[in-house]
């Protein structure tokens, strides 16, 4: 079965990620991300303007990823019965 577009943004968004953790913003090749997923390298920029928005994209899940560790942390911080987190 066929993915449908979210789930194959999201395959070349896992994939981008382990390329740029591996060497980087110049390891960041769409021919590589093309053959690691098993689509073409337009699909790849079907799903992408280009391989700055596929950067942009592996960063905001990062963040995402941050955010959401950070925020439970603080609830469990909370949960605790601390009330005050200086930095």
Known sequence: MALD??????????????LLNEGGAENLKARTIAEQAGISVGSVYNLFADLDEVHRAVNMRLLDRLGGTGLAAMADLERQGVTDVQH
């Open 5 to 18: 577009k979210e789930e194959m943004s999201e395959k070349v968004l896992a994939i981008a990620e382990a």
